[in-house]
């Protein structure tokens, strides 16, 4: 099974979008492999991915359900800098860790690192992130941007689930130095 | 033998996005990885002033120790002031 989700994985864009409904690539690769979702609900990967699919998996191919979005060609988010007001709204929606900045400081998009999913556009409280397409060739290639992404997000979830067993664990501390032990009479 | 943290150090302007990929010797500092990674030389803007450094869009100190996998940033200053901003958008 778990050979069957990396797999499937393998073949996803990593724009770890959400677009199919699950929170990121690897969830609905475990979807898919678990019959729980259809192959045709990613549209980063369009067409070609969902042919990518179906022969990894035995099945005919199916054209995208609109109803999880439309094929767009290759953008990347930029920020428009006399808006941005440094409230990291952005860096905490991006999957991929491509926006650098922190709070009252400057943001900025790190083009070669962002895969286009637009999660950190409806968060900005100013309007200041438009999408651009990419035009023409940017340097890497399809596979080698989607292992950098795959790369990014995985080293992201493993950071976030560290803070927050951090977090739990000194929580935990402050509450067990609250309740102080009964005074034995 | 100590061990050898692998940190990238990043700066980013609209036009043009460094990420420079490095292993220092354990323990290290963001001013360790600061110096190590020459990115004061390459970018005239950062030479010889006081940085505002973070790590994964968290301000933090120059003093600061390093964990493996660490991405050390230099931010730059807003343009407007969160205040200013919003007055510049209430008048328009």
């Given at each position: 099974m778990?050979?069957?989700?990396?797999?499937?994985?393998?073949?996803?864009p990593q724009t770890q979008c959400g677009q199919c409904g699950f929170k990121g690539c690897r969830p609905y690769a475990k979807a898919i492999a678990e019959n729980k979702a259809d192959i045709n609900q990613c549209p980063p990967g369009g067409g070609d991915g969902i042919a990518a699919l179906a022969e990894l998996l035995g099945v005919s191919p199916k054209p995208l359900n609109p109803a999880f979005g439309t094929h767009k060609p290759k953008q990347v988010a930029f920020i428009i800098e006399q808006d941005c007001i440094g409230c990291v709204k952005c860096i905490a929606a991006c999957p991929v860790d491509a926006i650098l900045g922190a709070a009252k400081f400057m943001h900025t998009v790190i083009a070669a690192e962002c895969t286009g999913c637009e999660l950190c556009v409806a968060p900005c409280p100013v309007d200041c992130i438009v999408m651009q397409i990419v035009d023409g060739p940017d340097g890497a290639s399809k596979p080698e941007r989607a292992a950098l992404a795959k790369r990014r997000y995985e080293a992201r979830e493993s950071r976030k689930a560290q803070e927050a067993a951090e977090k739990m664990e000194k929580a935990q501390l402050k509450k067990a130095a609250l309740i102080k032990p009964k005074p034995t009479v | 033998m100590s061990e050898l943290l692998a940190i990238e150090v990043a700066y980013a302007t609209p036009g043009r996005q460094t990420l420079i990929a490095l292993e220092l010797p354990a323990p290290a500092t963001v001013a360790d990885a600061i110096r190590a990674s020459g990115i004061q030389s390459r970018f005239p803007e950062l030479a010889n002033k006081l940085l505002d450094v973070g790590i994964f869009g968290r301000a933090t100190t120059m003093a600061h120790p390093l964990k493996a996998g660490d991405r050390i940033e230099i931010?730059?200053?807003l343009i407007h002031n969160p205040k200013e901003a919003r007055r510049i958008r209430a008048a328009k």
């Open positions: 778990q050979l069957l989700i990396e797999q499937i994985n393998s073949l996803l | 931010y730059r200053p």
